[in-house]
């Protein structure tokens, strides 16, 4: 079995042989899943996250969930292993923060039990739900204090794997939507 080094450095050469406009077709086509998913619908609090660009494109899907009325809370690196979470108020109150990553200004956001979806990014998923993320243990840290909430991951297609190796401290999806 590849460690999770490798798996990360597999994803990544995979990843530079499509264009910036196909993945951005990909992601339309995961969007577009995602909004006719029924635990989207029906949640009223979703914890996003802002793509950089590698990643599943969701500056549409945030604008378009905060219109049907959702709260919509997104992270906020704090330290090297930490992020907390923060209301999306707007685009004009995103500024770059830690690794470029486009993160609200907004009040700081503590209710957790009120979070009732969790869309998360990844480099990779396999089919029994668990997640290989950038390598920082951000989302398994935060993830633990949510396990009530309900968790998709969203990735391309050629992200998703057979077998990620895992550790005790991974958590993992309840659903991961991808395209194809
Ligand atoms: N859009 C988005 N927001 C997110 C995450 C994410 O994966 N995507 N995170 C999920 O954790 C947290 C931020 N974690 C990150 C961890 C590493 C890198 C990163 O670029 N790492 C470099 C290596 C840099 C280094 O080792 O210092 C890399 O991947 O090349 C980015 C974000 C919180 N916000
Ligand atoms: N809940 C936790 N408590 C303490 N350490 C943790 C926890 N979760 C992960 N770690 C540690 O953090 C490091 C990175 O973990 P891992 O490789 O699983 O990150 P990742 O899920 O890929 O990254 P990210 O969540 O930032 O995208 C590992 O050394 C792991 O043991």
Redesign the pocket.
């Known amino acids: 079995m590849c460690s999770k080094r490798e798996l990360?450095n597999h994803i990544?050469n995979i990843k530079r042989q499509f264009t910036k406009q196909q993945l951005e077709e990909l992601s339309l086509e995961i969007i577009n899943r995602i909004k006719t998913n029924p635990q989207f619908n029906k949640a009223r609090t979703i914890l996003l996250?802002?793509?950089?660009p590698d990643?599943v494109e969701?500056h549409e899907l945030i604008d378009f969930a905060c219109k049907e009325g959702k709260q919509i809370l997104?992270?906020?690196?704090i330290g090297n292993t930490i992020?907390e979470i923060r209301k999306y108020t707007g685009r004009k109150d995103m500024i770059a923060g830690?690794?470029k990553?486009m993160?609200p200004t907004g009040d700081i956001f503590t209710d957790y039990d009120s979070i009732e979806l969790a869309i998360i990014?990844?480099?990779a998923f396999d089919t029994q739900g668990n997640r290989l993320?950038?390598?920082?243990?951000?989302?398994d840290r935060f993830l633990e204090k949510i396990p009530g909430t309900y968790k998709i991951g969203l990735c391309f297609h050629f992200q998703i794997l057979d077998n990620i190796p895992t550790e005790h401290t991974d958590i993992k999806m309840n659903e991961v939507l991808t395209d194809g």
Do not use: N
């Open positions: 990360r990544r996250y802002c793509s950089l990643e969701t997104l992270p906020k690196v992020m830690a690794y990553i993160e990014p990844g480099m993320g950038r390598g920082k243990g951000y989302y």
